[in-house]
């Protein structure tokens, strides 16, 4: 005698949605659980960050950038609808309303579950402005996305290309379209790219990417996207100017997309994300489960929530949640906000709090700035890379790092991201037992250059 | 009315009594603090560790590789000595003789002391066996066997090199020699090459030695270092075998060269290396400290002490007994055993222990192996590496970490290093927030992979 399968149903195709899916398809079988996951558009399990790299012609895609395609899903016992959008989460009823977006298709129908995981993802924020969705636009978050900009570059010469945006997507493009060969413009409404840093870290992402030929306006406030007889972008404008463009590229970052969450009355925060606890429950909720770029996580470092869209993170939240609603336990944590990214040969982390971030929660703090190279100066290429370093003061605790530099530096991060974890003095971190030869660092690592210098001040500012 | 100034004794001119000598100088001034800093060669504060990039011809030497020359540090106030040779130390009568080696010098002198600083290295093993001192034969230790290995390679042409002993020296100076143009045979005593690795991870070490041309033979035993009638070395012999050999390369590490030390009574451990407390004051005495390759060093994962000669640790440890004696407050808690090397493009590191020091020390564990790639797989020059991890059972902790691999392996082995060092487990490890885009991890970090797999072979064993 068997009892019945339940049910774990799947809003959304990609990491967070189909990893919780593969992960409790291993620990429970068919008879146990059935699972069916509904995905909007027609890949599942696509790397959306390997698109600036496809754009750039470094890597294949679309099919290199899906880890899983549906049928290997369906292949492991796994009901995959694509093309199919839940447009409504019935919480009293237990149930989802799936829409077949093929007009030949089932149309509308309700399916019951046991299980809920939301795994909605994030929709790139678009100003709204005249000549926004004018042919020549482009969004770069879905495989779709990608494949419509490399149309667009390859049906006619793409001599101007404008980025609006100098967040993570944005910069990465801007690589991307350097190596097809475009002029490229960045601009950004902040006073220096990369938001994710200092402003002092920011200025010097700028004169790298300078040195690399891409233009970066700061303080540029875009106001319209100017088209021409034919309809296709021609510029773009802000308050101050306007820059030929061929072709635009939105890198304005992405908003979680909780629509139909907030519709059925799930909790958000303060970004928009779901909330959820440590198991990756949504809050208040036994059986309704979130991941991925649609949840708020907590940020270990201030005790507050962040929306941090990054395909590891989605990746992690869907081990949990497969576990847990397999059977088993596990949990997320939660995060210390780091992050790298690379333009040509610059490569920027952080981790942790910026100054602004650290000071809007009440902490107080020393910030240390210091110059060093990735190898032992002697050694061949040893390149230089600026670390920076906040401390608590008086416990001297690791608040954040930023680093700017080149071949070498950007990975060095994860050093503070686990002394942050584990909630690390600087002064404890001097002592680091880090890997030292002459080809992969001085014989003091730059980070530990950089918590010398922090404990030095967290220890002068203690005398005053 | 100001007091006598103290003085400061320091015996080794290199990394730890240098980094010591300068630390305390910041903070004391001279009329506080008398410095006076003995040093047998012509050289102070120079970097061993580039030797084999020297030789490569990566590096010009010596002068690249010393970072502050006696005269710099006499211009900073520290009285340098250089070729003499401290031969005596009265603890009773806190006092050093030092005899100078210039024949046409003072001789020998009685120097008073307030601190002691013992900073005397260490010592490459050479064996005793016939023809070990032959022209050809060299170690790798200091700037003057440098030196006198690229005479003899400049000399006249080597066909044909025997590097004895397959640790990080020897497989450092193959590199080296096949950069020069010879063939390299690596002879190693044990069963494999890395005897710093477990023997299934040495045997992916010599898999990739074998791939860039180098020979490595294992178990060994060289008897005799062969001579021709010019006197010159011509082979080496093993028990089986005799390797031709125009030149000969000692790789067999190297002993605390405590002999100054021990005949004062000074305590040493297991290794031969000078025991300290904390603070690196030698044990049971208030103003004799020590520091650099001649001590031992409290191993913070198996709660012993070992021998680990490092540049790294060396400067730490000077930091340490320079801010004590100048009236600071510093300690060096102790190390992991981090260590990382590379030979032509792959990378090998460790931290923690290794399976037969993990059991050595009666720790209970699960070991697996992972194979992971240094990027995204799409990306390119996503290069393979492996990663071995061990975690105590029951309690999960961490216990060590291997990693081998290209490009982008060896660094990723300080992620382990800090979680070492906090005490994390291999399942709180799963959920690390490590820098996650293409061009620098899979979504999934090679060392997050290991962790996973240990976390959950910890579960599974726990079931039994």
Redesign the interface.
């Known amino acids: 005698m068997t009892a019945a399968a339940r049910r774990m149903v799947v809003i959304g195709g990609d990491?967070a949605g189909m990893s919780a899916a593969s992960r409790a398809r291993r620990l429970k079988s068919r008879g146990e659980l059935e699972i069916l996951a509904f995905e909007r558009g027609p890949f599942t399990s696509y790397?959306a960050?390997?698109i600036p790299?496809w754009v750039g012609g470094?890597?294949?895609g679309p099919d290199?950038?899906v880890a899983r395609t549906p049928e290997t899903h369906r292949g492991r016992g796994i009901d995959v609808r694509t093309h199919t959008e839940v447009v409504e989460i019935d919480l009293a009823g237990q149930r989802v309303l799936a829409r077949d977006l093929d007009p030949h298709g089932e149309g509308e129908r309700w399916y019951g579950f046991d299980d809920l995981v939301i795994a909605t993802g994030a929709r790139p924020r678009r100003p709204g402005m005249p000549g926004i969705d004018a042919p020549g636009v482009h969004g770069v978050q879905t495989l779709d996305d990608g494949r419509a900009l490399l149309e667009s570059l390859e049906a006619a010469p793409v001599e101007r290309a404008v980025v609006i945006g100098a967040g993570?997507i944005g910069v990465?493009m801007a690589e991307a379209l350097i190596q097809r060969g475009s002029r490229v413009t960045v601009l950004e409404r902040g006073d220096q790219p990369m938001s994710t840093l200092d402003p002092d870290m920011g200025r010097l992402v700028r004169d790298a990417m300078s040195g690399l030929g891409i233009d970066t306006v700061t303080g540029a406030e875009v106001t319209e996207v100017v088209t021409g007889e034919d309809g296709r972008v021609r510029a773009v404008a802000t308050k101050m100017s306007e820059y030929p463009a061929d072709l635009v590229i939105l890198g304005l970052g992405v908003a979680p997309e909780t629509g139909l969450a907030q519709q059925a009355g799930l909790p958000v925060g303060d970004y928009g994300g779901l909330l959820t606890d440590q198991a990756m429950r949504v809050r208040g909720y036994d059986n309704i489960w979130a991941g991925g770029d649609c949840v708020e996580v907590l940020d270990l470092v201030s005790g507050r929530t962040r929306h941090i869209p990054?395909?590891?993170?989605a990746?992690?939240h869907g081990q949990v949640i497969g576990s847990n609603v397999g059977g088993g336990y596990a949990?997320?944590?939660g995060?210390?906000?780091?992050?790298?990214?690379?333009v040509c040969d610059l490569e920027i982390?952080r981790?942790g709090l910026l100054e602004a971030e650290a000071a809007a929660v009440g902490f107080q703090f020393e910030a240390v700035t210091i110059e060093a190279t990735s190898r032992?100066g002697?050694?061949?290429e040893a390149r230089p890379m600026t670390v920076k370093m906040l401390a608590e003061r008086r416990t001297g605790r690791l608040l954040g790092t930023q680093i700017v530099g080149r071949e070498?530096a950007?990975?060095?991060?994860?050093?503070a991201?686990?002394?942050l974890?584990?909630g690390?003095t600087v002064e404890?971190m001097?002592?680091?037992?880090?890997?030292?030869?002459?080809?992969?660092?001085p014989?003091?690592?730059p980070v530990l250059v950089a918590a010398?210098k922090a404990a030095a001040t967290v220890r002068a500012a203690e005398r005053h």
């Open positions: 990491a790397s960050c390997g790299y470094l890597v294949n290199e950038l993570y990465e990054l395909g590891t993170h990746n992690k949990t997320f944590p995060v210390v906000g780091t992050a790298v990214s690379k982390a981790t032992a002697y050694y061949p070498g950007g990975k060095r991060v994860d050093v991201a686990v002394a974890t584990a690390m404890r001097t002592a680091l037992d880090l890997g030292y030869a002459p080809p992969f660092s014989v003091w690592d010398r």
